[in-house]
C-alpha cells in the first residue's frame, strides 16, 4: 500500500491554514469511520490505533497529524486531505479527495468540509480560495452541526464512562455511592488548574507519583486528597466548602482498605482506580467541549448500574438541551438570580451560567474590566443550588468546578424542611428571580411541594419545572391551587414520552412569579412529543439521540411563541400542535395540553354532507343493479 504525507499552507489576507495531505492507492481506504460516522483516531481502549486506522487510511492519517499541530503550534485550525486513488478494469485511474477542518477547541473531531474531484481548490487563485476558505468557516458554526457536535461528545464521554464504571464494579466491588465519590475525587486531582497564560497553577497527579508507600501522610490516598485540597484553594472556593469536601472525600481516599495493599497486589486498588481516571477520562475531557460533563458520569453511573438510592430517590438527569430550553424560557440573563431545590448533578445551574456569562460577555463587548466583574459576580452571587444526597452533592460541586466554578453557593441540606433560602456562607437571603427544577417525582405532589415552597421565599420572576404530568392532572391538586394564588401559569409544553429511559410522559410548566393567577389568563398549551430528535433506547449504542428534524428550531419556535418574538420557523400552527386556553385556578388539574376538537357543525360540513347524500343517491338511481332503474 502506497502512503504519501505532504503539508503546505494556504493563505488568505492574514489567515493562514496548514494543510495535511495524505494519499493511500488501495480500494477503501479512504477514511475509516465509527457508527456515528466520526473519523476514528483511538481504538476501544482509548488509545491511539496506531495499528489500523491512522496508518491505514488517508484521512485518518492525515487526522492524526493535525491533531498533533495544533496541540503543540499556535494554528487554532488545520485543513486535512485524505486522498486514493485506485485503478478500473480498464486501468483508469480514479481519484477520491476528502477534506476536514480541526479546530482548537476539538482537536480529536475532524468537521467535514467537502468532496473534491482534484485539489484545484487549494490553488492560490480566486474565486476558488475565497469559496473554499468560506466553507471552512460556515461548517464549524452550522447550529446543526454543533448541535451533533454536543450529542457526539455525549456519546464519546459515555462510552468510555461505562467501561470504566463496570470495571470499577466487577475489579473492585464499590458500592455507587461510593464510586461517584472515587471517580470525581480523582478526576479533582487528575485536571489540574491552569493560568490565563495555560501555565499550570497546580499540576496533574500522575500514576506514576503513587508509589504505594505506608509512611504516615505519604500514601497514595493521601497523596490524591492533598492535590485535591490544593486544588480547591486554587479554585477560592469558600474554606467551609474545601472542609467539607476534603472530610468527605479522605473517608473513600484514606480511611478505608482502598488505601492498602495486600502481599499479593503489586499497587494500591486506589492507585489502580486513579490510573483508570487518569488514561482513561482524562483525554476525553480534554477534547470534548461538553458543557456537562461530569452530568454524563452521574447519568452512566445512575442508569447502568443497579443504583438503590437513585432508584428510592428518584434522581434523574435532565438533558442538556432541555435544561438550556428551560432556562431560556424563563428569560435567564445576566442579572438574574437562579436557583434549583433539588440540584442533582447541576445541569439547570450550569445552562444559566453559560447563558448568563454570555450575556454579560454581549453587554460588556467593550469593557472587559466590567465584563469580568459581572462574570466573577455571576459566578458567586447568583446561582444557588440545594442537594440533599451527599454524593450527588459532591457531584454538583465538581460538575460547577469544571465547568468554571458557580459552586460557591451549592448547600448540602434538605430543601422542605430545613433550607431557609438564604446564601450557603452568610445570613442574606438569596434574591432569586429564576426557578429550575427537575424535582423528585417520589415527593408530594409529584415534586410540586417544590415549586410551592420555592414560590413562598421567591417573590418575582419566572419559574420553569419539569414533571410527570400526572401532577397537572390530579395528582397535585391542593397544591397546584395553593401555587396559583400568587403564580400565574404561562405555559403547558408536553414533551417526548421517551425524553427520559424510564418512558415518564413528563410536561414543563412556566410560571410567573408573584402575579396570582386570573380566570381569564391566558396559558399557551403545547405539543412538543414531536421535538425533531430521533431516540432509541438501545442499551449498547454509542448514541441514543439523533437530531432528524432540526430539533433545535423546534425549541427555538416554542421561545419564540410564549415570549411574543418573531417565528423564524413554521413547526408550530396555532389550535394544530398548540394553542391558546385558560384554565381554572381553583381546579388544580387542568394544566396539560389536551388537544381541542371543534364538533361544533359549520355551513361547510352540512354542504359537504348533503353533497355526499345526493352523490350517493344518484348513484343508487344510476346504478344496473337498482331494480327501481327504467
Known sequence: MLTIVANLIVKRGEKLLPVIIE???????????????????????????????????????????????????????????????????????????????????????????????????????????????????????????LEQRAIRDDAKIEAVLQELNQKLHDEQQIIPSQRINVVAGALMAAVGVKDTNGDW???????????????????????????????????ELPQKKQEQILNLLRTNFVDNNLNQRTDTETQTPIKSIYQEVYTRLIPVYDVTGTNDFTGKLFNVMNSWVDVPDGGANDVVLTPRYVTNFMARLTQTNMNSYVWDWALGSGGFLISAMNLMIDDAKNQYSNNLTEQRKQIEHIKTRQLLGVELLANVYMLAVLNMILMGDGSSNIVNDNSLTSYDG????????????????????????????????????????????????????????????????NNRLKASIKMPGDLFKASVQTSIYLFEVGKPHQKDDNVYFFDLREDGYTRTNRKKAKVNLHDTNDAKGHYQEVIDIVLDKTKKTNYFVLDDNYYKGTINPTSGKDWNYNKKVDIAPTEADFKKTVSDYLSWEVSQVLSADNPDFI
Open 23 to 145: 494519499y493511500k492507492g488501495t480500494k477503501g481506504k479512504l477514511e475509516k469511520t465509527d457508527r456515528q460516522g466520526l473519523v476514528v483516531l483511538r481504538d476501544a481502549t482509548g488509545k491511539f490505533d496506531y495499528k489500523q486506522a491512522i496508518p491505514k487510511y488517508a484521512v485518518n492519517g492525515a487526522a492524526y497529524y493535525a491533531a498533533n499541530i495544533i496541540k503543540d503550534t499556535e494554528y487554532k485550525e488545520v485543513v486535512v486531505v485524505g486522498i486514493n486513488g485506485t485503478k478500473d478494469a480498464a486501468n483508469e485511474i480514479h481519484y477520491e479527495v476528502r477534506t476536514y477542518v480541526i479546530n482548537a477547541s476539538e482537536p480529536e473531531l475532524p468537521i467535514y468540509v467537502d468532496d473534491f474531484e482534484n485539489l484545484d481548490f487549494l490553488k492560490n487563485s480566486e474565486p476558488a480560495k475565497s469559496l473554499f476558505f468560506q466553507k471552512i468557516a460556515d461548517v464549524q458554526t452550522d447550529p446543526k452541526e
Open 201 to 235: 497553577k497546580v499540576a496533574r497527579l500522575t500514576p506514576g507519583e503513587l508509589t504505594g508507600s505506608t509512611e504516615d501522610g505519604n500514601t497514595d490516598g493521601e497523596k490524591i486528597v492533598n492535590k485535591i485540597k490544593n486544588f480547591l484553594k486554587e479554585r
Open 422 to 485: 438564604r446564601y450557603a456562607y452568610n445570613e442574606d437571603p438569596f434574591p432569586a428571580d429564576v426557578f429550575l427544577l427537575n424535582p423528585p417525582y417520589s415527593a408530594e405532589g409529584n415534586g410540586m411541594i417544590f415549586v410551592e415552597k420555592a414560590f413562598e421565599k421567591q417573590t418575582k420572576g419566572f419559574g420553569a419545572v419539569i414533571i410527570q404530568d400526572s401532577a397537572g392532572s390530579g395528582k397535585a391538586t391542593e397544591i397546584n391551587k395553593r401555587i396559583l394564588r
